[in-house]
Every structure is written in structure tokens, then in C-alpha cells.
């Protein structure tokens, strides 16, 4: 079998560190062959070309095919999974609703593609920030394809949540389970250690353990650092995150494919779970069970939590309202 993948903003950074641990079979494992579509704007096709260039000289026995092209028709014919990495950046002077606009002008038209090209059982990442809210607008853009089957990257948000607890704990990352992520992929996210546990243990037994008041230090330190982890990746790197995004990526996507055997986090569409209003792209903890995410249900955030997961909701239904004056959803 061959999977056809399309990525945009291939000629990006990002792009750049997914493209050779696809064909490398890290996504869909060493038996599946891929064909890359890279869709860039005319800008960035040179910088995609390369790194088809690149992926060639990888002589992977996975990779059948690449394509590169600035034509979202041609770079989503037949597309079994599309990575939609490219977004447009916030620039100087540039207010949030702009940023809203801009971005809908490329997740719009993309949902479009990939509604009249894509194969029928496609499923769509949102890398590209607002994550989110992008991943709304291609949804409601691609006429035909259930909303389920676009989802918002926030698997690195809860990557970095696990290894916080860890590094907390002195524990081993592996033995760190069900750190999920509520809300939007932004600094109003919820890292929910409420459920995690640590090689099978509850972790606020170790945390109480460790700190004296187990709150406060979520509030003060652990929340914060994960929630603006990218703006720390930034001051100390010089450059926004990028292999662990394209990690965190590769998680997400292979986990929908293949399935988890525990909880993990995806912003998916809501049909009103834990009253997070209908229709809106927002991270909960989920499984992938037979190719679907499925919200983790039965769970009873305390009133703490629930204030938290309240506030990033309140964000996503801004940014939803925001898209909506502008006639976008
Ligand atoms: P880069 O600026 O390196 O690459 C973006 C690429 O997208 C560029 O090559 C550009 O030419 C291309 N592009 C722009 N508009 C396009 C369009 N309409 N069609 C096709 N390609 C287009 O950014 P990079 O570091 O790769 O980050 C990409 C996106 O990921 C950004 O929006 C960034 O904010 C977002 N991130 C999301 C994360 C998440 O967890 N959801 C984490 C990492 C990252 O911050």
C-alpha cells in the first residue's frame, strides 16, 4: 500500500524536519511506502524543491514519489493525509483579527482543495497557528468531509506537559501518563495533571509529596512553563521550536492512524462535551480507537480545572466569533 501525504509550507522549518522521518517511515512504520505532495506559495518553492532534492538523496526504500507545486488542486489529489503546516506568521503592527483573516484566506481556500481532491478518507493536521481556529475554517470550508476528520496539532503542548512532570518527579518520561491538554493552542491552554499517574501511580500523591502546596505550583510554575514553552524555546534558540513540533506531529498523526493504547490530546470538533460549545476545534484528552478520535468521557474536573478549561474555551469562541464577522465560518 502507498499513503499519499501532502504538506504544506513544505519549504518551511518545520516542514523540513517532518519530510525526512516520514519518508524514514517514523509516520506510518516501516511497511507503508508514502508519496510527498509539497504544496509551498511561490515564495517558498525553491526551498521545497531542495528538500525534495534532499529526500532523493535519502535514497529511502519508502518514499515512491515527491511532488512539489504551488497548485493547492494538484497538491491535494488523492491526499490520504494532509499536514497543513504553512500559516502565516503574525507580523509588526498586525492585531489578532488580521491575523485571523490572513490565515483564513490560506485555511479556507485549503479546505476547498481538499474537499474536491483529496481522497475519501482524508484526515487533516493544523500545525499552522492559529491551530486551532484554522482548522475550523478548513472544516467548514470543505464541503462534504466530516468535521471529525479535521483536527489541531496540540500533541507537542502535551509532550512538553509530560516531560515537565517528569523532570519535576525525577521520573523517566515513559513512566508519565494521561497529561492531557484542554482548550486552544495558546497561552490559555490547560495542562491537566489531575489524572496523570507515574509508573502507575497517582502523580498528586508524588507531587504532594514534593511540593507543599501542589496548587501553587501548578499555577506559578508548571502551567506557565508549559504554556509558554515556545516563547522559552525562542529566547534560549533563537528560532521557534521546530523538530519537536515536527515530533509532536508525527505523534498525532501516527496515533489517528494506528491508534493509542492510553489518552492522549488532539484538538478535535466538539459536539458539546464538558460544555464546550458545538462545533469549535478545541484540545480534550482522546483516544484514537479504529481510525477516530473519541473524547474521553465519564471525566469531573474539579471547579479549579473546570475555571481553567472555561477561560480557553472563552478564547476559541472569541477567535470563532472573530472568523464569523468576517462572513469566514
Ligand atoms: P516557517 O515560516 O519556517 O515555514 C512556513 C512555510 O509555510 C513557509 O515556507 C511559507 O512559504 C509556507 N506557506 C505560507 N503560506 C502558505 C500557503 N498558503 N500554502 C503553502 N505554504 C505556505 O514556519 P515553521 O517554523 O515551519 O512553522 C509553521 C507553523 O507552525 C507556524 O504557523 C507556527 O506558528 C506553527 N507552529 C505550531 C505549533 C503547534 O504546536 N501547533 C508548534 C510549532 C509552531 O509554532
Redesign the pocket.
Known amino acids: 500500500m502507498t499513503t499519499t501525504i501532502t504538506i504544506?509550507?513544505?519549504?518551511?522549518?518545520?516542514?523540513y524536519a517532518l519530510l525526512f522521518r516520514i519518508a524514514a517511515g517514523d509516520l506510518l512504520g516501516p511497511e507503508e511506502k508514502v508519496r510527498l505532495r509539497l504544496?509551498?506559495?511561490p515564495?517558498?518553492l525553491k526551498?521545497?524543491e531542495g528538500a525534495a532534492l534532499e529526500l532523493q538523496d535519502g535514497a529511502f526504500g519508502l518514499l515512491e514519489d515527491v511532488e512539489v507545486t504551488?497548485a493547492?488542486d494538484t497538491a491535494f489529489a488523492g491526499c490520504d493525509l494532509a499536514l497543513l503546516?504553512?500559516?502565516?506568521?503574525r507580523g509588526p503592527g498586525m492585531e489578532r483579527g488580521d491575523l485571523l483573516a490572513a490565515n483564513a484566506g490560506?485555511f479556507g481556500p485549503?479546505g476547498v482543495a481538499i474537499a474536491e481532491n483529496a481522497a475519501p478518507g482524508v484526515r487533516v493536521t493544523?500545525?499552522?497557528?492559529p491551530?486551532n481556529t484554522n482548522a475550523l475554517i478548513a472544516a467548514a470550508s470543505a464541503e462534504g468531509v466530516p468535521a471529525e476528520r479535521f483536527t489541531?496539532?496540540?500533541?507537542?503542548?502535551e509532550n512538553r506537559a509530560r516531560a515537565q512532570l517528569a523532570l519535576a518527579l525525577g521520573a523517566p518520561v515513559s513512566d508519565v501518563r494521561r497529561v492531557p491538554i484542554w482548550g486552544n493552542?495558546s497561552a490559555t491552554q490547560f495542562p491537566d495533571v489531575s489524572h496523570a499517574t507515574v509508573a502507575g501511580r497517582p502523580a498528586s500523591e508524588a507531587l504532594a509529596e514534593r511540593f507543599d502546596d501542589v496548587t501553587g505550583w501548578l499555577e506559578s510554575s508548571f502551567i506557565p512553563r508549559v504554556a509558554k514553552r515556545?516563547a522559552e524555546i525562542i529566547e534560549v534558540r533563537g528560532s521557534?521550536?521546530?523538530a519537536s513540533?515536527a515530533n509532536?506531529t508525527i505523534d498525532h498523526v501516527r496515533d489517528w492512524v494506528h491508534g493509542t493504547d492510553d489518552w492522549t490530546s488532539a484538538g478535535v470538533v466538539s459536539h458539546g462535551e464538558y460544555g464546550v460549545p458545538d462545533g469549535l476545534i478545541c484540545s480534550f484528552p482522546v483516544r484514537s480507537i479504529d481510525g477516530q478520535w473519541q473524547i474521553v468521557d465519564g471525566l469531573e474536573p474539579d471547579a479549579w480545572a473546570q475555571a481553567r478549561i472555561d477561560a480557553s474555551v472563552a478564547e476559541l469562541v472569541e477567535e470563532r466569533e472573530a472568523v464569523r464577522a468576517l462572513g469566514l465560518v
Open positions: 504544506t509550507g513544505a519549504g518551511g522549518q518545520i516542514g504544496l509551498e506559495i515564495q517558498g526551498s521545497a504551488d493547492a503546516v504553512g500559516a502565516r506568521p490560506i485549503q493544523v500545525v499552522g497557528n491551530a489541531a496539532l496540540t500533541r507537542l503542548d493552542h515556545g521557534s521550536s521546530v513540533a509532536a
